[in-house]
């Protein structure tokens, strides 16, 4: 406890952080929760630090912002053990596996050994939170695709990344006046768009291109694919923007506490037309995907959206 924060020594400020992410795993924690420990833990080392300041560190709070800085300026997600989340504000943690390591994103429900310790809740449960997020920020009607529901006509894996986990529909005509409605109806030109959703508890270095490549396969029939997550570490997150540019889908980031905070982090880039050929594949292989197509063609034919045919979405369900 008694090593000393020198300006000479830096590196040794980072060691710390690593030591406090490593004691605190599996939590994630802010700049300044790990500056707050580093305080506790190592006091002969801040009050050398506060002499070596001349005044400028005396009170507590001073000292918090400077070590707050030191701490994001030594980027601790270059650690070997250190990961850094893409929230804001920008959470670290502590883990065993090398980014490297393959992890079975199946029989792991897509969630890393150190998420499962810290979420309490399962993929199932962030479904109608995705769904109060789409239709309070960009006003989607969304429908759940069960794939469970789909039969298997076409042997093992033969659905395999096949089905997202959430349709919505986005109604162009929402704000328009009955006129202009009836005009658009009776020219047949486009009233709706179709978003797909492939949704994960975490995304790492480890599952991400496998998660990236699901919601590509799952969305290749819609106007606009997504692959969304609660959780996403800053290393998927360069990988996601790679592969986004390349492959046009687009990321959201969760807030399972909050929904209606979640973000966009990188935007979808839309097919101008519907494959309705996969969409007859899968309408004819999973009901409700058919049931989605059939409120779809609903919507189109009255041009009103039937409330009850879409998923339920309430603030704070």
Known sequence: MSQSLTESTKWRLKERVGECLRQNAPQKLVVKEIA??????Y????RAKRERSRGK???DKALLVQLR?????DKPETLPNVRRMEDSPKRYYWTESSAD??????EKDTSSPEAAAEVKIKEHDLY???????????????KRIDEKQSTNSRGPGGNEWLYPDLVGMEALNERWHREIRDCVRQIGDKRAKLWSFEVKLFLNN????????????????ANFGYLVASEIDSGAMQELRMLSSLHGIGVI????????????????????????????????????????IKSVRKFHQTGDVSLKEWDAVKEGE
Do not use: G, H, T
Request: proline share 4%; charged share 30%; glycine share 0%.
């Open 57 to 59: 560190l005396d009170a």
């Open 69 to 73: 800085q030191e701490i994001y300026a």
């Open 43 to 46: 006091p002969a080392a801040c």
């Open 128 to 142: 109608p939170k995705l769904s109060i997020f789409l239709k309070s920020e960009l006003n989607l009607f969304s």
């Open 101 to 106: 390591d393959e992890i079975d994103y199946e």
């Open 253 to 292: 980031r969760l807030d399972v506490e909050n929904p209606s905070e979640s973000q966009i982090m990188i935007p979808a880039r839309e097919r101008d037309e519907i494959d309705w050929d996969i969409a007859n594949r899968l309408a004819q292989a999973n009901r409700n995907f058919l049931n989605c």
């Open 36 to 41: 707050r420990w580093i305080m506790r833990e």
């Open 206 to 221: 480890s599952n991400v291109r496998r998660a990236f490549f699901q919601a590509v396969s799952n969305s290749s029939w």
